[in-house]
């Protein structure tokens, strides 16, 4: 049972648009969440990140939004531009025992069309 | 140039034949993680260490080994690899476990098993 879902594989976006990209999940323990990029043939990137006692964190072009009582964040890429193409991953995160265990959701492919 | 370097960046291998693929980060981290990356499932995490000598399994350990004898190295040992195992790899570090140490991921390592 995935803990963390992107039910969008994929999201087509004019250059210039906004970019929503969301994600859902179901454990209310996480209290971190961050968000990778993924280019072709290269590892995930850090991108942005947000505590749970926040609901709202800005970093240039990219905005993290997150709904505590919908279980709900989403990345905002405003404007969309073509290098923003990859796929993004969301990530929640939670302390179990020593440890911060990370779990990834499945992804969501940006294509920026020119 | 900080990063963290896997390798082989391809493998291709038999059912049965034992292989190691290496990494290592020249960032002086503490965590170590290495993650599989397959379709609709995201990035699940195999093992992780804390430090030397610390480690600790994933969400899906079964059918690798891992070892951190030295803080930069990191190899993830699969003694009997089976066809379930192909899959896109990815080590990664962080300086920390803490709020404030997104992932540092290589580029990747696809193996597969025949």
């Known amino acids: 049972d995935q803990q963390v879902k992107q039910n969008s594989p994929s999201l087509s976006v004019q250059e210039g648009r906004i970019s929503i990209l969301n994600c859902d999940y179901t454990?209310?323990?996480?209290?971190?969440f961050l968000w990778y990029k993924k280019y072709p043939a290269e590892g995930p990137t850090f991108l942005i990140s947000i505590s749970s006692i926040k609901d709202k964190n800005e970093d240039g072009r990219f905005t993290v939004f997150l709904n505590k009582s919908a279980k709900h964040l989403s990345l905002h890429i405003v404007p969309s531009q073509p290098g923003d193409s990859a796929v993004y991953f969301c990530?929640?995160?939670?302390?179990?025992?020593?440890?911060?265990?990370?779990?990834f959701g499945s992804g969501t492919q940006l294509t920026v069309l020119p | 140039e900080a990063q963290v370097t896997q390798n082989p960046r391809y493998l291709i291998t038999v059912t049965g034949k034992k292989l190691t693929v290496t990494c290592s980060q020249n960032?002086?981290?503490?965590?170590m993680s290495w993650y599989r990356q397959d379709p609709g499932l995201g990035l699940r995490q195999i093992y992780y260490s804390m430090n030397v000598e610390v480690t600790d399994k994933g969400d899906v350990p079964e059918g690798y080994k891992v070892s951190r004898k030295e803080k930069r190295n990191f190899p993830l040992i699969l003694e009997s690899p089976s066809p379930n195992q192909t899959s896109l790899y990815f080590c990664a570090s962080s300086p920390s476990r803490g709020y404030n140490s997104p992932l540092h991921f290589g580029n990747g390592t696809r193996l597969t098993v025949t």
């Open positions: 960032m002086n981290h503490e965590y």
């Open positions: 990530a929640a995160s939670v302390t179990s025992g020593s440890a911060r265990q990370l779990t």
């Open positions: 454990n209310s323990m996480f209290d971190y």
